[in-house]
């Protein structure tokens, strides 16, 4: 198995490593430090099994592993984690692949014959059981055979787009694979729905204005006013959105 390792301190990395270059049949790949270091590099070294430290300063664990579920072969998880009594509960309920820091070689070899591929679902849970915060900080676009992360801080809206959903953001737009409902669901606090295709961000909403066809549309800051012209809210949604808008 080809096996790329994460974690944000080097010596947890060297200890890995050295369990697996004296296990036969596993080669470690990569070593990255943080979790864009590791998007990046299993997109580029294809690792069967990835290594990843739960805790990290930015992106966690949890949300590394989201993104990594992204790619077209998404490899099996195990985590690595300090003793969490609600952590290892969820990991043994959903038999989850993890090891405890400090890391036993035997244990770390049993995980690797049981390494799987992690639901978003199961990701969530543990993430929860974990005290980490579920909802990602980024969403994730293939762009020219790489992985792009997009903070979702700087998007402005999601607008679904055929089976895929496209995301309008400070610097261009992608198309990702997240579903427009599982975006909205997962974003609520931050975003909220103007019609049964769009999402938006809400601090970005400058102002809401008629059309001469007597509609509602959105106004977004910062935002070219030519492109958020089919921008529309529907009568559905037009109290909803004026309600986020004045702060509930």
Known sequence: MNILIVDDEKPARDRLRQIIDDTAGHTV????????????????????????????????????????????????????????????????????????KPVRRSLLASALDHAVRLAAATLNEIAVRSDIEPRRKHVCARSHGQLKLIPVEDVYFFQADQKYTNVQHRRGRNLIDDSLA????????????????????????????????????????????DEDKGLIISRRHLSEVRSRIKGG
């Open 29 to 100: 790949v990569g070593e990255a430090e943080n979790g864009q270091q590791a998007v990046s590099m299993a997109t580029d070294k294809n690792p069967d099994i990835v290594l990843l430290d739960i805790r990290m300063p930015g992106l966690s664990g949890i949300e590394t592993a989201h993104h990594l579920n992204t790619l077209e072969n998404p490899p099996a998880i195990i985590f690595t984690t300090a003793y969490d009594e609600h952590a290892i509960e969820a990991f043994e309920a959903r038999a989850v692949g993890y090891v405890l």
């Open 182 to 225: 599982s975006l909205e669901q997962e974003f609520a606090a931050d975003f909220v729905r103007i019609h049964r295709g769009a999402v938006v961000a809400v601090d970005k909403i400058d102002q809401l204005v008629k059309t001469s066809d007597g509609k509602t549309r959105v106004v977004l800051r910062n935002y070219s006013q």
